[in-house]
């Protein structure tokens, strides 16, 4: 599939609200994968982008501390949706999610993180990442979200592949 960034940007959408959607990191031989619910689409140093929040609590953050691409995949069947909420309740330091979920992963088309098949995949490149200030965000928000200090890291990532397949 040929990306059409603002047909694309709907379902991107979409799936993150509804809650279906996953990130695929890799460091060495070791790969997981993370529901995420925040994060967003758009334009930046004029490159199609994608930025996910991950919170440094995170295995997810441990692998990708460390690498240069994540994918976000977002299941096409419903077998696959449920499968996205073990991915958001346990932790990849506690158990493979990959194999846990029966997750058919096939190698990047141009990163070295794989996708997982029967989904709507974004490989990304990282331009960029930045932990969120709690010198800067807004009091009522940094209440809501980081009374513990687990702040997110924010991981821009320049989309490079989209496919559905
Ligand atoms: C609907 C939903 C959305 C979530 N979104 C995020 C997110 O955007 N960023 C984040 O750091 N954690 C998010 N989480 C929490 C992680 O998915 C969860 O803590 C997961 O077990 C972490 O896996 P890991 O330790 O293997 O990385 C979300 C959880 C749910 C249920």
């Known amino acids: 599939m040929e990306f059409n960034f603002f047909e ?30 925040w994060g967003y689409m758009g334009y930046m140093w004029r490159k199609p982008s994608i930025v996910v929040a991950v919170r440094h609590s995170r ?36 158990v493979n999610k990959i194999e846990k979920c029966g997750f058919v992963t096939e190698k990047g088309k141009i990163i070295d993180v794989p996708y997982i098949k029967g989904c709507l995949n974004y490989e990304c490149r990282i331009m960029y990442k930045q932990t969120i200030d709690s010198e800067l965000i807004d009091e009522e928000l940094h209440n809501l979200s980081y009374k513990d200090n687990d702040y997110h890291v924010m991981f821009y990532g320049e989309i490079v592949a989209v496919h559905n397949n």
């Open 8 to 37: 694309g940007s709907t379902d991107f959408i979409n799936n993150l609200r509804k809650g279906n959607a996953l990130l695929i990191t890799k460091s060495d031989d070791k790969v997981n994968a993370m529901q995420i619910g």
């Open 59 to 94: 295995y997810s953050y441990e692998l990708l501390r460390n690498s240069e691409a994540f994918v976000v995949s977002m299941p096409v069947n419903d077998e696959l949706k449920e499968a996205v909420k073990i991915c958001g309740s346990n932790s990849g330091r506690d």
